[in-house]
């Protein structure tokens, strides 16, 4: 099935698809998905899923295009550049997220925002913070030991290798290194340009951060070695505690918990073109509850902000949801989904589906 895709995706571009893109059959539909990898705001990454989507739409092989992005981060960059401050900041906010949903609208075809609400993130995150703490305050407890098992099953399902999966070259590929500091520049732009204040807050904090560090390392430059060793094994273990809190929480809720989510939205619309499941909804938001602190914060790292929740909210207002109800059985068979993500992404999911572990979110 993999093959036959690969096959279909080179007589579309002309030629093996970039080491960016994956092809699929979605063994339980037979429908055809393309993951396209991203950088996020890398021009390279821009141009690759522009090209993508409009090989597919003038093949007329272009389904519905599935998004790295919620309802809630999406409605916030499009109400910023309905403004004229917006106007003017239109080449920083816009991604390849609003990239992929401009050709897609274009091309009459759907736009789903796939992601996780950033709500439900923002309250996976405290929880997953006190449990990493509690599990790492109890050795003796089995706490180290269901901290290993669970951020092991996390990375087993989120990260995985070989074949049929993005390499090291796609992540180091040098078209995307060359534009790389395009991206590195327009990250705390957009930052600064969603969230004046709070991006403030943080690039005071680090600030404050460095100047504090380059005392530290003018005074153990004069200390004696002994407190020269008791500092650096201070060092290291405060290392080593960031680490172990930040890597659970980055492969558990930042990555498993939202490819799940994902993946599920990208099996609706492989349903749908099966003519399986005329879904209308992905119905796999994740619930929103208020996330606080954490939800804000993590709003100023998430790649692209849109619109209105409501019954059909995971679809983009404006995209021809319609055309794809109405296809017929004939015209329906063929199409891809598209799914427009982060190149951490790109391999779990592509797990989930591939070896059918999508799991009902409903």
Known sequence: DDVAAAAAAAAINDGPAAPQIIDLIEPTTGTPVRIIGTMH???????????????????????????????????????????????????????????????????????????????????????????????LASPLGGGWGRYYQELTEAAEMALPTGPGYLSPLSFFDPRLLIAAPVSFAKYPLSFLARNPLSTALVLSALAGLTVLDNQNAASFAD????????????????????????????????????????????????????GGDDTTSSGSRGESSGGGFLSKLLELFSPEPAVTEGEDGAYLPGSALSAALSDTENNREGKYVVAVLGMAHANGIVKLLKEELVPSLD
């Open 223 to 274: 200390a004696s070695v002994q407190d020269q060793v008791s500092s650096l094994a201070f060092s290291f273990a405060f290392a080593a505690l960031e680490f172990a809190i930040l890597g659970r929480i980055m492969v558990r809720v930042l990555l498993a918990e939202r490819n799940e989510v994902i993946a599920k939205n990208i099996l609706d619309q492989c349903r749908m073109y099966s």
């Open 41 to 135: 705001y890398n021009p390279t990454s821009i141009r690759q899923v522009q090209n993508s989507i409009d090989d597919l739409a003038s093949a007329d092989m272009l389904g519905s295009v599935v998004v790295e992005s919620c309802e809630i981060r999406w409605n916030k960059t499009m109400e910023i550049l309905a403004t004229p401050r917006g106007k003017l900041l239109e080449p920083v906010l816009t991604s390849e997220m609003k990239a992929a949903s401009d050709r897609a609208t274009a091309a009459g075809r759907p736009v789903v925002l796939g992601d996780q609400l950033i709500d439900a993130t923002g309250k996976r995150l405290g929880e997953e913070f006190k449990a990493t703490l509690r599990d």
